[in-house]
């Protein structure tokens, strides 16, 4: 059975980081794409960035690119979402997920969800 668990939330001030992680476990993701989303109070969950996880490829939301950046290490089945230069509009519950096959910023397409973690950032 699949799992991810993310971990790394908080609360920061405008301008600083966190590293979120999701450790993944249940199978070979060596054909999957992850993908981390947000969804803030009131919004539709969003894509923020994805992962191939073989290729390494990486995808990102207009507006996170040039300040987050996601990786994976493949020795410990995890994922990272390393977030710089954080404004409050970053703030949001953080979901990774996973789906097999190619990449979609949809999603809908994606078949795992972790429970999600808070990043809170003050102004």
């Known amino acids: 059975q699949v799992q991810l668990v993310e971990s790394g939330g908080g609360l920061v001030q405008a301008g600083g980081s966190l590293r979120l992680s999701c450790a993944a476990s249940g199978r070979t993701f060596s054909s999957y794409v992850m993908g981390w989303f947000r969804q803030a109070p009131g919004k539709e969950r969003e894509f923020v960035a994805a992962?191939?996880?073989?290729?390494?490829?990486?995808y990102y939301a207009d507006s996170v690119k040039g300040r987050f950046t996601i990786s994976r290490d493949n020795a410990q089945n995890t994922v990272y979402l390393q977030m710089n230069s954080l404004k409050p509009e970053d703030t949001a519950v953080y979901y990774c997920?996973?789906?097999?096959?190619?990449?979609?910023?949809?999603?809908?397409?994606?078949?795992?969800w972790g429970q999600g973690t808070q990043v809170t950032v003050s102004s």
């Open positions: 992962i191939n996880w073989s290729s390494g490829r990486t």
């Open positions: 997920a996973a789906r097999y096959g190619t990449t979609w910023t949809n999603p809908a397409r994606y078949d795992y």
